[in-house]
Nanobody, 115 residues
Framework: QVQLVESGGGLVQPGGSLRLSCTSNTTIFSLWTMGWYRQAPGMQREAVASISENNNIVYADSVKGRFTISRENSKKTVYLQMNSLKPEDTAVYYC?????????WGQGTQVTVSS
């Protein structure tokens, strides 16, 4: 059973930075398309960024220039570096993995941006 485990969330002041990590236990991690989603209270879950097995990257307009997604296949880990954080970035952030129509989600990690 493939599992995704996120870490790195927390409380940060506006303008600050956080790095989220998502580690998988699959032996074929390099073939998975990985992504980050977020869900704020009362809102629908939205895509934040994704990175394919070929390192093709897509960002939501709201995070372009502030967030960076990357992957380290040797560690079976995908990262989300979040800079210049804003209060509107506050949400539960979820890691998502997709391979051959199989989709897996992590349990989520809370990010709160507040002074």
């Amino acid at each position: 059973q493939v599992q995704l485990v996120e870490s790195g969330g927390g409380l940060v002041q506006p303008g600050g930075s956080l790095r989220l990590s998502c580690t998988s236990n699959t032996t074929i991690f390099s073939l998975w398309t990985m992504g980050w989603y977020r869900q704020a209270p009362g809102m629908q879950r939205e895509a934040v960024a994704s990175i394919s097995e070929n390192n093709n990257i897509v960002y939501a307009d709201s995070v372009k220039g502030r967030f960076t997604i990357s992957r380290e296949n040797s560690k079976k880990t995908v990262y989300l570096q979040m800079n210049s954080l804003k209060p509107e970035d506050t949400a539960v952030y979820y890691c998502r993995g997709e391979f051959s129509r199989i989709v897996k989600w992590g349990q989520g990690t809370q990010v709160t941006v507040s002074s």
